[in-house]
């Protein structure tokens, strides 16, 4: 199943990551072990360095295997959601239609 993965690294750890120059290195790690369909990075809404990663989760036992490296190394905050493409979606149409008209008023 496709997932969104949302990371918020504290500033001050990502400082000290950024300081000793694990911070890059550790992120890469991260993300070899994942094998992101797309990953971004960015400055969020709190000034925290955070990244929204895109990946195939086979099996919900995952979920620690994913998260516990960014609490690890970053004491980040994690939070992780299924997502769907354009195609998803068009094939999920007629699931959307069904609905509608059980529940729709």
Excluded: C, H
């Excluded at 950024?18 to 993300?31: F, N």
């Excluded at 895109?54 to 036992?61: S, Y």
């Excluded at 992780?80 to 609905?99: F, S, V, W």
């Amino acid at each position: 199943m496709r997932m969104l993965l949302r990371v918020s690294i504290p500033v001050e750890t990502g400082n000290a990551a950024a300081k000793d120059g694990t911070l890059g290195s550790t992120i890469e790690g991260i993300l070899a072990g994942l094998k992101p369909e797309a990953a971004y990075f960015f400055a969020d809404d709190d000034g925290q360095r955070s990244g929204s990663i895109v990946f195939d989760m086979k099996d919900t036992a995952q979920i620690p295997a994913v998260a516990e490296p960014w609490f690890l190394a970053f004491n980040a905050k994690v939070s992780l959601r299924p997502i769907i493409n354009p195609q998803d979606l068009a094939k999920a149409g007629p699931t959307i239609g069904k609905a509608a008209k059980k529940y729709g008023k």
